[in-house]
């Protein structure tokens, strides 16, 4: 398949990339590389060579989210990026107005709103999405509809964590354009065809590293639109908040560059994780994107005739991953099943809440006939 090796548990299918990725030994001694060079001079380090590697790494991000480079800068995850969002905007809004998001939204995405909002005196608005569902037009009116005079902020998810659904978030930003738009893009990079520039009019635009382009964790990145960089801080401020540390750049890249010493190395790693694609897939990252997508529809298919139930989204509406809902009830965030599973030596994520699926995701390590066990298994464990 490729020549990239990885450390993953030979005794477990790992098919569940989504949650946490996985590192593959390349990248790992890139890391390492960056570690090192950290350690045998950290003063000269920081001083000579943390911002120009911060900068081609800035540019990296760049590319792979198809944003203004002067926007971006970097976070250790998504988490903190929404937290970052939310709080910015919510300085500007009068009490009362409303943040838009979706049932299947992340569910720390969802706690950070609504703590916000308490905090803020604001208002959360959930939009009820359809699962199974027939088409993106029904997500997108579901989602234009809710908005109205009162909306301060929309809150998507390029591709929604639970259900494994590719929103039809550009479009969504195009009928909505007055209204800042926070894109959640977690599972973008190195999922989604992101360099295109079409989530450029959306207000913000935060993605994670770590997953689908397999980059050490704590390597997020978030793109501002020009019209809100003078209003974004990071939640921790240190000397790159006060002019004159870093002259060559702006308050944004300088605050968020430097909040307090920490590890670079995931940051630093990034444009190695870019490259990476040219080893992963002769085709580079449109060649991963395409055959993960191609398996983790395949997987779905699988599964959906081992529960005798028709597929629960349109193809196209698909990723690297594929969920399928379960029969019964789950009350909880986590579904028990993925602890029997994992008995079995399947690594998967199951949720409960309003919508019970399991999702399986699909990786270059991952080989059909894997699902096909999975779904041989399951009717036996339901």
């Known amino acids: 398949m490729h020549s990239v090796s990885w450390l993953l548990d030979p005794a477990l299918h790992h098919l569940n990339h989504g949650s946490f990725g996985a590192v593959p030994r390349p990248l790992m001694q890139a890391q390492d590389e960056w570690r090192y060079a950290f350690e045998r001079d950290p003063v000269g380090f920081v001083e ?84 199974p569902v027939q088409a993106a037009t029904d997500i997108s009116d579901r989602v234009c509809d809710a908005v109205g005079p009162d909306t301060g902020l929309v809150v998507l998810d390029l591709v929604t ?20 738009v926070l894109v959640d893009a977690a599972h973008g990079p190195g999922m989604v065809d992101m360099g295109d520039g079409s989530l450029r009019d959306a207000a913000f635009v935060v993605a994670n590293g770590h997953k689908w382009l397999c980059a050490p964790r704590g390597s997020a990145a978030m793109a501002v639109r020009d019209d809100w960089r003078e209003r974004v801080r990071p939640l921790v401020v240190s000397h790159g908040w006060e002019d004159g540390f870093a002259p060559d750049r702006s308050r944004l890249q300088a605050s968020f560059d430097w909040t307090g010493t920490d590890d670079p190395s995931p940051w630093l ?49 698909l990723g690297s991953m594929a969920a399928v809902p379960l029969p019964g009830e789950s009350p909880g965030m986590l579904d028990p099943l993925a602890a029997q599973l994992r008995e079995h030596g399947f690594v998967v994520a199951a949720f409960g809440g309003s919508h019970r699926v399991l999702r399986v995701s699909a990786h270059r390590y991952n080989e059909l006939a894997e699902y096909a066990s999975l779904a041989e298994l399951l009717p036996r464990l339901l």
Do not use: K
Not at 71 to 90: K, S
Not at 161 to 180: K, N
Not at 269 to 286: M, N, Q, R
């Open 48 to 131: 000579r060579d943390l911002l120009p590697g911060l900068d081609r790494a800035r540019e990296a991000w760049a590319g792979v989210l198809g944003a203004d480079g002067d926007g971006v800068v970097m976070l250790r995850n998504t988490t903190t990026g929404v937290m970052t969002v939310l709080e910015a905007v919510a300085r500007t809004l009068p009490a009362g107005a409303e943040i838009v998001l979706t049932d299947h939204a992340y569910n720390s995405t969802r706690i950070a709103i609504e703590v916000v909002a308490a905090r803020y005196g604001l208002t959360p608005v959930t939009v009820s999405l359809p699962f």
């Open 161 to 180: 964590s639970p259900t494994a659904l590719r929103l039809p978030v550009a479009e969504i930003v195009a009928a909505i354009r007055d209204v800042p």
């Open 269 to 317: 790693t990034v444009p190695a994780a870019v490259e990476l694609g040219d080893a992963l897939h002769p085709d580079g990252w449109a060649g991963v994107r395409a055959a993960n997508h191609d398996l983790a529809t395949q997987a779905r298919d699988l599964l959906c005739e081992a529960l005798a139930i028709d597929p629960p989204a349109p193809e196209e509406m």
